[in-house]
């Protein structure tokens, strides 16, 4: 016994952990009295922004180890639950210098702040503007990933390449029904490119994603229109030619951002993204960015910023028809043409947001938001009321309170 006691002890002693935490307790309120973002409204929220959080990770070597990241927030399979989720879970390998692995779950590093998105305290913005972040078809993975990294005069570039599967809810709202989360599986893999500098982060990616029903069937990929009956056909059930489909749904995102030190206190962010939907007529197509400006004041570090997302191609014209479909007498079928209508993720929206962040410590930071969203024709991160035409031509002011921590 006391021989394996021996040999145990290099073995523990050569052991590492390392544990860490964080999290946001966020309120935000509107003076709309439908939801914005899933869960903002008049009645005020804590749902939307507030999310617990801890890292263990476990040192083998210097080669080698795992980390394990969890947090508890809002469940993404309904409105209602809390859930307990990790959201990093993997083995990394270094057999150089230059190289990394990992195998295991992982966030897709699509945009500036795509690691680090859950933990508040790494950003001066109360939100991330939903605009950009609220667009990716998935923002985790479990797979492989492979990174590479050189040492030019310019800064130190990195090359990121990943491919993996994800399963997910994609959430839709009806006015005739009420939410839906529908299962999914997307397989991605994706390149992304980031220079860093003493004074700037530049980062460019390419992603493709391939959507599947987790339930083995197929979607639909558009309606015809019957002339008979004067609607679309949106079931096999409906008369008419037959409802079209296909057996995934593939995505091109092709992105790009900076974070730059213009003058000294002085930042200027932005982010640009492109989301081309192939196989449906009825996806989601779209162009997204922001830009912001920061200014670091001792303690403060108040911001500006603008953001826009706008959906392309034929599916904003199919939601328009679909939406303006309406047989006398018929209120089944006319609150099928709005479902329908309003499965179809669509946007038309541009938002302004003037904030700061003041920082209590050097890990922790109380931040405070006013947010002006207007919607155009409709925007899929609004829940339209049930019973009630779809939201379109207004504007949603969101007040926004929150303390991000990190230890």
């Keep these: 016994m006391s021989t394996g006691l021996l040999l145990a002890a290099p073995v523990a002693q050569a052991l590492e952990l390392a544990t860490s935490g964080f999290g946001t307790v966020g309120y935000a309120i509107s003076d709309q009295s439908y939801r914005y973002q899933r869960f903002i409204d008049d009645t005020g929220t804590f749902k939307r922004d507030t999310v617990i959080g801890g890292q263990l990770e476990l040192k083998f070597s210097p080669e080698l180890s795992a980390t394990v990241q969890a947090i508890v927030a809002p469940s993404v399979r309904n409105d209602t639950d809390w859930s307990l989720t990790p959201s990093w879970a993997f083995l990394s390998w270094r057999p150089g210098n230059d190289w990394l692995l990992r195998v295991g779950k992982q966030r897709v590093s699509m945009f500036l702040n795509s690691e680090n998105r859950d933990v508040g305290q790494t950003y001066d913005f109360a939100r991330l503007p939903m605009e950009m972040y609220g667009i990716s078809p998935t923002v985790d993975f479990t797979g492989l990933s492979v990174s590479h990294s050189w040492l030019p005069d310019l800064g130190e570039l990195t090359l990121d390449v990943f491919g993996g599967q994800a399963a997910i809810a994609a959430r839709t709202h009806s006015r005739d029904y ?23 982060t530049w980062r460019v990616g390419l992603h493709h994603t391939v959507t599947r029903l987790k339930s083995g069937e197929d979607f639909d990929s558009d309606y015809p229109y019957v002339d008979l009956g004067g609607y679309f056909q949106v079931s096999k059930q409906m008369f008419g030619p ?10 091109d995102v092709i992105t790009f951002g900076g974070d730059v030190e213009v003058a000294p206190t002085w930042r200027v962010v932005g982010e640009l993204a492109r989301n081309i939907q192939h196989r449906t007529n009825r996806g989601q197509s779209t162009f997204g960015g922001y830009v912001a400006v920061l200014h670091k004041m001792d303690r403060f570090t108040p911001y500006v910023s603008f953001a826009k997302l706008r959906s392309t191609g034929v599916s904003v014209g199919l939601v328009a028809k679909l939406d303006a479909s309406v047989v006398p007498g018929q209120d089944d079928l006319n609150a099928s043409q709005r479902a329908v209508a309003d499965s179809i ?6 938002s302004v947001a003037l904030g700061s962040s003041y920082a209590l410590s050097s890990h922790s930071k109380l931040k405070a938001e006013w947010l002006n969203t207007r919607v155009g024709k409709r925007s899929a991160m609004v829940d339209s009321p049930l019973g009630s035409d779809v939201v379109r031509h207004q504007r949603i002011n969101v007040l926004t309170v929150n303390y991000s921590f990190a230890f």
């Design 178 to 200: 009420g939410t839906l989360f529908t299962p999914v599986r997307t397989g991605i893999v994706g390149s992304v490119l980031t220079l860093r500098t003493d004074d700037a």
């Design 242 to 251: 037959g409802v079209p489909t296909t057996a995934a749904i593939a995505n």
């Design 345 to 350: 993720p669509t946007y038309d929206q541009e």
